[in-house]
């Protein structure tokens, strides 16, 4: 592949960056070295209400995994995003809001959020809701949504977001679990100009929930302007409830160590865990991370394209964007809607200068080839960011070519719900890129590669990504399960907080994510990571998205089996699929060589956050397709049957 495998930081962005390399190798040093001194006065970064005497006070030692930091320091997370920059950014913009359809729009100040989320707060005290009871919120992405967070933080209730996309069934097991007292949700929530009908869903996740059902009110916000069945002495309308309430609510007092937020997180295996995190720690990891890997300063405009019901968006839409007093954008669609322009022309109209999307959209913008920026400037864009998945170099090329005019560094930040902010990734002043290299750790992060029986390696190797010690955004606990907390990511690797993650470390110590461990094949006793297969398969022209699984093989222990999207335009045939396995071939290694190429035309089963669902495909693959197990977690359940229907496998 002709493009350079090192991109060296560019003059302008040394010259502008907040850090250079030798601020990062310094304060890298500092961080991990006297972990201690380096977050007292990092902390410092959050007002507290009582400052902190201790730090940190963190142990993973088996059978007695506890983590703390700054845990006698008081604070409140919604005073630290609003209150402490009313003096000087009261009409600030906090959110550009751009509605699912283009000119629906509304700009939000940070005086007015303020005021929205102290009413907000008051109309919950006002229905009973008390500091440690949880709430569950299902929203669309409307400014609304973040109010909600905000007021669950400012009265000290514990907030546990649910994606609008997930089913009534999905949402009501998640409200079951943490033993909601109140739901907050809309009428309906648009998106690509399709409704899903999220008060509905919620009247049918309460039914079926019957007499279990925790829920005491449902504050319900008109937003599409759908009726609704009302449930009389349990349904609130939003507006109706604000109206009746002061603009002004003090901020309860929350110790460090107090929960900030529950969001589920599906493991691979059973049902999804309640990741629980504190304020303190992680109010510091959202904002400091926020501002150095972004290289945010004072006035940026900030779009992170990610969705409030997913931890990107809790982090980096919600915590850390506004508790440094930025003005972000928050969008309401979808990337390809109403055309495949929509983000180009939604970064020319807001003037963005920051960009943090997903591997996923980017590919999807991609197999249209130029259509997606026509006619764009897009020269206020200075740092792009990637999140989510592995951004295989092809990805990674386009994105920085046709987005970034070539010279705005992209930030591939590699982390994960339970981390609770970024933790692997490049600095845009300080690190020189490789495309597909999540590069460095942050401050404060250990990485190290572990074998299968826990042995660390040193130098250039592959293996199991493991954290040798804890940072101040680390989740606390799987809500009300402790031990499987402690079962999921302490016990593999002893003293360590296993990932679940595969990576390789390259001879500069950059470290390469190479997807979940599962997800790695031995082919004749060969390793291959999946995802160096897809990106390989996604740099033929023919190729939209790929997707690699191993299945049962006789000879080789584990074949190859590939799932390819062609890209628009393009008709699938033998001589193409010939032509894909002779590509495969010639840029890897006949090793990796498919087996068996499926074309996917009607797409891949992906989660509604985007992920390709590997589990079904791998079920599909060894023909056993019988077991699926899950598959209500899906964005669109029909492509499964389609993949079924032509699998090669038989
Ligand atoms: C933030 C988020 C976490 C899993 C993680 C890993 C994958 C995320 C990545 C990445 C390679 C990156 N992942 N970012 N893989 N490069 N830059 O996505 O959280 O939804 O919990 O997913 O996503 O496999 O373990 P979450």
Redesign the pocket.
């Known amino acids: 592949m002709t493009q350079p495998s090192l991109y060296p930081v560019p003059a302008a962005a040394e010259a502008r960056c907040l850090i250079d390399n030798e601020a990062y190798q310094r304060m890298y040093q500092q961080s991990v070295q006297d972990p201690q001194s380096f977050w007292a006065e990092h902390g410092k970064r959050i007002d507290w209400f009582t400052p902190y005497t201790k730090v940190k006070n963190t142990s993973y030692q088996p059978g007695n995994i506890s983590i703390k930091w700054f845990e006698d320091g008081v604070l409140n997370a919604s005073y630290n995003c609003l209150d402490r920059h009313l003096p000087h950014k009261a009409n600030d913009i906090a959110y550009f809001w751009e509605g699912d359809e283009p000119g629906v729009q509304k700009n939000v100040s940070y005086q007015e959020l303020y005021e929205q989320v102290c009413q907000l707060a008051n109309g919950m005290k006002s229905l009973g809701v008390v500091k440690g009871d949880r709430v569950t919120i299902y929203m669309p992405m409307i400014p609304e949504a973040v109010v909600a967070i905000l007021a669950c933080a400012r009265i000290g209730a514990v907030h546990s977001v649910v994606f609008a996309g997930f089913s009534p069934d999905a949402l009501g097991s998640r409200i079951q679990d943490c033993d909601s007292k109140l739901v907050i949700t809309s009428d309906q929530a648009p998106r690509g100009s399709r409704l899903t009908p999220l008060k509905d869903n919620t009247d049918r996740a309460l039914a079926h929930l019957g007499k279990a059902s925790p829920v005491q009110h449902v504050i319900v916000v008109k937003h599409v302007g759908d009726n609704i069945d009302e449930h009389p002495g349990r349904d609130v309308w939003y507006h109706e409830l604000l109206a009746k309430q002061s603009k002004h609510c003090e901020p309860e007092p929350m110790s460090a160590e107090d929960p900030l937020f529950i969001l589920y997180?599906s493991g691979s295996t059973g049902k999804p865990k309640g990741v629980l995190h504190t304020t303190g720690g992680y109010m510091v990891w959202a904002s400091m991370t926020h501002q150095y890997v972004f290289d945010y300063h004072p006035g940026d405009i900030y779009w992170c394209a990610a969705d409030v019901g997913?931890?990107?968006g809790h982090t980096y839409i919600v915590y850390g964007p506004l508790a440094n007093g930025a003005s972000s954008v928050l969008f309401e669609g979808v990337p390809t809607y109403p055309s495949v322009k929509r983000m180009a022309q939604i970064i020319d109209k807001y003037q963005v200068n920051i960009l943090y999307t997903a591997p996923t959209a980017i590919r999807a913008l991609m197999a249209h080839g130029e259509a997606p920026v026509a006619g764009a400037q897009l020269n206020t864009l200075r740092t792009l960011g990637?999140?989510?998945?592995?951004?295989n170099p092809e990805a990674w090329s386009w994105y920085h070519e046709k987005f970034g005019h070539g010279n705005c560094p992209i930030v591939?930040?590699?982390?994960?719900?339970?981390t609770g902010g970024i933790l692997i990734t490049p600095l845009p002043g300080a690190t020189a890129l490789k495309p597909g290299s999540?590069t460095r750790p942050f401050f404060g992060v250990k990485p190290a590669i572990v074998d299968n029986e826990g042995k660390q390696q040193e130098g250039a190797a592959e293996g199991n990504l493991v954290i040798l010690d804890s940072w101040p955004g680390q989740m606390r606990t799987v809500f009300g399960d402790h031990e499987r907390f402690e079962q999921t990511y302490f016990s593999t690797y002893q003293g360590t907080y296993f990932?679940?993650?595969g990576a390789r470390r390259d001879e500069d110590g950059y470290y390469w994510?190479t997807?979940?461990v599962d997800d790695v094949l031995n082919i004749s006793g060969h390793r291959l990571g999946t995802a160096e297969i897809e990106s390989c398969l996604v740099a033929h022209d023919a190729i939209a998205e790929a997707a690699v699984v191993g299945y049962p093989h006789d000879i080789k222990g584990q074949g190859i089996y590939v799932y390819v999207t062609p890209r628009v335009g393009v008709e699938p045939s033998d001589d193409l699929t010939k032509a894909v396995r002779a590509w495969v071939r010639q840029e890897i290694s006949p090793i990796a060589s498919p087996d068996i190429i499926q074309w996917a035309p009607q797409g891949l089963p992906k989660t509604r956050?985007g992920?390709i669902m590997r589990r079904i495909l791998r079920k599909i693959a060894a023909n056993e397709h019988d077991q699926l197990g899950d598959i209500s977690t899906l964005a669109d359940p029909s492509v499964v049957d389609q993949l079924i229907e032509n699998r090669l496998n038989r």
């Open positions: 997180t997913w931890v990107t990637s999140v989510g998945e592995p951004i591939d930040t590699w982390w994960q719900t339970e999540a990932t679940g993650d994510l997807g979940r956050s992920k």
